[in-house]
């Protein structure tokens, strides 16, 4: 008895007429009693001494305690595992939450540099329409003067074959 790293101190005592065992140290769940308390299979009737079914009953406590062990040490079990679940949920989603606000940040430069792509194509072809205007210009006062030129040969040539 005992055993599993328990330290709990468990003693059997039998009253004066070796009828009922006293178990002291020992916490026993309502099933475990309920079970106790039913009648024994019809095969294993009271035979023998007192001390025959005081063994029978250590033992039949025993199996309880160590069935009872079990259970707990299941649904412990079943916690730790709840909570390692969790945990891992929690580091997935802490994970997840990572990638998004990278794959985030990258989109946002991709966007950055994408507008600032677009913001020089935009600044480029208006300095190149300015240029154009401005070639246009220099091209309508060179036409200007040329004509003005022209006129004026035109003039002389007549004036010229005129005298």
């Known amino acids: 008895m005992g055993g599993g790293g328990s330290t709990r101190r468990v003693t059997f005592e039998a009253d004066e007429n070796e009828n009922i065992t006293v178990v002291k140290g020992v916490r026993l769940s309502d099933s475990v009693i309920d079970r106790m308390k039913?009648?024994?299979?019809?095969?294993?009737?009271?035979?023998?001494?007192g001390a025959v079914n005081d063994e029978d009953l250590k033992k039949r406590i025993a199996e309880?305690?160590?069935?009872?062990?079990?259970?707990?040490?299941?649904e412990a079990q079943k916690r730790r595992l709840k909570q390692e679940q969790m945990y891992v949920r929690d580091e997935f989603g802490k994970l997840?939450?990572?990638?998004?606000?990278?794959?985030?940040?990258?989109?946002?430069?991709?966007?950055?540099?994408?507008?600032?792509?677009?913001e020089e194509e935009r600044?480029?072809?208006?300095?190149f329409a300015?240029?154009?205007?401005?070639?246009?210009r220099e091209?309508?006062?060179?036409?200007?003067?040329?004509?003005?030129?022209?006129?004026r040969l035109e003039e002389r040539v007549k004036?010229?074959?005129s005298l």
């Open 38 to 49: 039913e009648p024994s299979p019809p095969g294993r009737q009271h035979r023998g001494s």
């Open 130 to 136: 300015r240029q154009l205007e401005e070639k246009d």
């Open 96 to 118: 997840l939450e990572r990638e998004r606000i990278s794959s985030n940040e990258h989109l946002t430069r991709a966007i950055l540099r994408e507008r600032a792509a677009t």
């Open 159 to 161: 004036h010229f074959f």
């Open 123 to 127: 600044q480029k072809a208006q300095r």
């Open 64 to 74: 309880e305690l160590a069935l009872e062990r079990a259970r707990r040490d299941s």
């Open 139 to 151: 091209l309508k006062k060179h036409d200007a003067y040329y004509k003005e030129q022209l006129a």
